[in-house]
């Protein structure tokens, strides 16, 4: 595993090996690369894995603090067909939708599924665009990409 400046740590009480394993399966360039039991420290392991060629740290360990949405996973998705493929595997997975473009996972990990050009279109900068992004985005569990850049474009409702 390539040491990163900057690698997310992930604090499960329980399931750290399920959920890299998990995530591991959805996307692709993704594998579970070592779990290494913490002997001083009871059941405690410690599980590096990669998502997206991007390296992850993740620890079983009974005094975890839960999730929260404080902080959550981003995925930019290329197409449609992408995000629906990624929400699709989440739910089939546990997670329970949120609003904009949001769920959780059923470790309790929240993610962003969101088109690519979401941000961008967001940060367009005329704020006549970026509303009615923002007021698409709003209204939406999934996102639907050619409803945001309808919205976007002055072409959706």
């Known amino acids: 595993m390539t040491i990163q400046k900057i ?5 499960y009480a329980r399931q750290a090996e399920e959920a890299a394993a998990f995530y591991a399966g959805i996307f692709p ?18 599980v590096e894995f ?12 009974e005094a975890a603090e839960p999730f929260n949405h404080a902080i ?18 989440f739910l089939e997975g546990g997670a329970v939708p949120n609003g904009c473009g ?8 929240s993610w962003q599924i969101v ?5 961008p279109m967001m940060a ?13 985005m709003l209204q939406m569990t999934k ?10 474009e002055g072409s959706g409702g």
């Not at 990669?50 to 360990?61: E, K, P, T, W």
């Not at 959550?72 to 595997?89: K, P």
């Not at 949001?102 to 990990?109: E, H, M, Q």
């Not at 088109?115 to 941000?119: A, C």
């Open 7 to 11: 690698t997310p740590f992930l604090w």
């Open 29 to 46: 360039d993704s594998r579970v690369i070592r779990v290494t039991p913490v002997p001083s420290a009871g059941s405690t392991r410690v």
């Open 50 to 61: 990669v998502l997206f060629g991007q390296s992850f740290i993740a620890m079983s360990h």
């Open 72 to 89: 959550s996973l981003m995925v930019n998705c290329a197409d449609q067909a992408e995000l629906d493929r990624y929400w699709s595997a």
């Open 102 to 109: 949001w769920l959780k996972d059923r470790f309790g990990v």
């Open 115 to 119: 088109p690519d050009d979401l941000i």
């Open 124 to 136: 367009d900068p005329d704020p006549v665009k970026a509303k009615r992004v923002a007021d698409a």
């Open 143 to 152: 996102f639907d990409a050619a409803a945001l850049r309808a919205a976007y």
